[in-house]
């Protein structure tokens, strides 16, 4: 099939002023997935093309990405859905652009509580992966409230924690009762749950079923209890 896409390029956000969107064409059989198109350009018109990916099969969590506003993983996006128009290609929000679609998930990964139990060991030291989030970074896009508090100039998100980091402090406080207070004093935090605004956003577009805005409002319910 042949496909049109248009790419966000540069490396800064298009209202800094320096990012740009280009047009690209790709020719690629049934089944090919947007993972797919964005190598075609970059083996071929485009070798400075910059995007994230490893696992090419959504456990990784590094190609996450905003296709016409809304975030999905690149690997898991046939590029047969996208056809019947010029699906605009950005990269996430509220994260640290470094170039094109390529963001810096660090800030994503220094949010999430250290040390935590049950959890499978991450690419990052001292960093522990939360169960099933695969730290994509879709859900902190997808915030309106991690959006509207990200500063460009430092590239940091000022005032929420983030529904991921949330959502793994409510996980990591019923996996580990012992730390339970622990968790409970960052959820209570200005930036923690009573930050979060329920748009649900965090949710909707988790690729991995997390729900993160369902832990926040387990939080919250807790909270009131006691
Ligand atoms: S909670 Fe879901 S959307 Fe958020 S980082 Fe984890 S896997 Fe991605
Ligand atoms: S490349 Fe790993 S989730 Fe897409």
């Known amino acids: 099939m042949t496909q049109r896409l248009r790419i966000q390029l540069g490396g800064q956000a298009p209202a800094a002023g320096s990012a740009h969107f280009e047009d690209f ?3 690629l059989p049934s089944g090919a997935t947007l993972l ?4 075609y350009i970059r083996t071929g018109v485009a070798p400075d093309l910059m995007y994230r990916h490893s696992c090419h099969h959504g ?12 975030e999905v993983l690149a690997c898991l996006t046939a590029l047969d859905s996208l056809a019947g128009g010029i699906p605009v290609i950005e990269p ?36 522990i992966r939360f169960e099933d989030c695969i730290e994509c970074g879709s859900c902190v896009s ?5 959006a509207r508090s990200w500063d460009a100039s430092t590239g940091k998100v000022e005032g929420f924690l983030g529904p991921a980091a949330l959502a793994a402090v409510h996980r990591e406080s019923l996996n580990s009762p012992e730390r339970a207070e622990e ?11 009573a930050a979060c605004e329920k748009h649900f956003d965090c949710s909707r577009v ?10 926040i409002e387990m939080l919250r319910r807790e909270f009131a209890r006691t």
Request: glycine share 6%; net charge neutral.
């Open 142 to 146: 997808a915030c309106p409230v991690t």
């Open 36 to 39: 797919d198109a964005l190598e």
């Open 92 to 127: 996430l929000r509220a994260l640290k652009l470094e170039k094109d679609l390529a963001v810096d998930p660090g800030a994503l990964f220094r949010s999430l509580p250290k040390n935590t139990s049950h959890l499978r060991e991450s690419e990052v030291e001292h960093y």
């Open 59 to 70: 456990s990784c969590g590094t190609c996450a990405v905003r296709v016409d506003g809304k």
């Open 183 to 193: 968790m409970r004093t960052v959820a209570e935090r200005p930036d923690g749950v």
């Open 206 to 215: 988790c690729p991995r079923m997390v729900y993160p805005g369902k832990h």
């Open 25 to 27: 064409e790709v020719n």
